[in-house]
Each structure stands twice: as structure tokens, then as C-alpha cells.
């Protein structure tokens, strides 16, 4: 399993097909949820990957977007988060968090980091450190839910990085090609 991170212009045009297939499959067809996936907001972005034999069909076993403020005051958002069934419940999904959150420290060291989650995923995000913020509404029976995470201008509940490992991250982001 090799673990990428690329900004859009620096994905692969099959890369990005295997990203938009495997963010399909998950948020499409197995969550019924109808929507325009290409929502123009992947161009601005770091894509965060889990692969296997990108010659296969369906390689991408996670994946996560990171969509970086554009100030100090203005939170990095993570989305788009999925693993693929053939890794669920096999640590995947806290391994593409650990990982998320090591990029993000790494690039925006201090920025609030905020995610919207089903209620559901609750247990997962407070491991990592966040809080729930707000609540956002109720889409197909599932109640979507604000989290947020530390940063310098969140200082009603700080929150620091919680890594599986616990140890500190400090090498860059970006993977060399």
C-alpha cells in the first residue's frame, strides 16, 4: 500500500479518474446520495490517497480532500473522506486520518481544521482531537454534523494533534515523483 498526496495539476490523468471512480462508487451509488461530485472545488486542492496496483480497476482503498484556508483566520477543511469496502473496519479509516492530519500540521501548522461528518462518526473525529461544532442537518435520515479542530483563533476548547502513534510529525507533505 503507497500512500500519495498531489495537488490537482499534479495529478495523473488516471490518478484523478481512479479518484473521481472510487469518490463515485462510495458517495453515488452506495450512499444515494444524488450530487455533482465535480463540485470545482478539487483544483484548489490536496488529494490524499491509499493505493494499491494502480493498474487494477478499483485501487484507491482511502482517500481525502484537504482544502487549505487562504488566511491565518480561515479554517483547512478535510472532505470527501472514503476508504472502499474492501477496507472497512481493518484501520483504514484512522490511518487516512492520521495521515490527513499529519499533512495538514505539516503545511498549515496552527489552522483550525473543521470537517462536516454524520453524527455517526462522532466517536472517530473526538479521538483526533476535534470537537462537534454545530449541527447542520438531516440528509437522507443522517444527521450531518460540524467538527472542528485547534488552531490559534479556537481558544474557547484548544485542541492539539492526536496521532495514532503519537509521535510528531515533521516531514513535508508532498510526496517526491
Not at 487494477?56 to 476508504?83: F, H, N
Not at 487516512?96 to 470537517?115: E, G, K, M, Q, T
Not at 453524527?119 to 473526538?126: F, G, K, V, W
Amino acid at each position: 500500500m503507497n500512500w500519495t498526496t498531489l495537488m490537482f495539476d499534479q495529478l495523473s490523468a488516471r490518478e484523478l479518474y481512479l479518484i473521481m471512480r472510487a469518490r463515485s462508487a462510495v458517495f453515488v451509488v452506495e450512499a444515494a446520495r444524488v450530487h455533482l461530485d465535480a463540485d470545482g472545488l478539487d483544483e484548489g486542492a490536496l488529494h490524499v490517497f491509499a493505493h494499491e496496483d494502480m493498474t487494477r480497476a478499483m485501487p484507491i482503498c482511502a482517500y481525502g480532500r484537504i482544502r487549505p484556508g487562504e488566511t491565518a483566520y480561515q479554517d483547512v477543511v478535510i472532505d470527501k473522506m472514503l476508504t472502499s469496502p474492501a477496507h472497512r473496519r481493518d484501520g483504514m479509516a484512522d490511518a487516512l486520518f492520521d495521515h490527513l492530519l499529519r499533512v495538514i500540521d505539516a503545511r498549515w501548522p496552527r489552522h483550525r481544521v473543521s470537517a462536516l461528518a454524520p453524527l455517526a462518526q462522532r466517536a472517530r473525529y473526538e479521538r483526533f482531537g476535534f470537537r462537534r461544532a454545530r449541527e447542520r442537518g438531516v440528509e437522507r435520515d443522517t444527521l450531518d454534523v460540524a467538527f472542528v479542530r485547534g488552531g490559534l483563533w479556537d481558544v474557547a476548547e484548544p485542541v492539539g494533534p492526536r496521532y495514532m502513534s503519537g509521535e510528531i510529525y515533521d516531514g513535508g507533505p508532498f510526496e517526491a515523483r
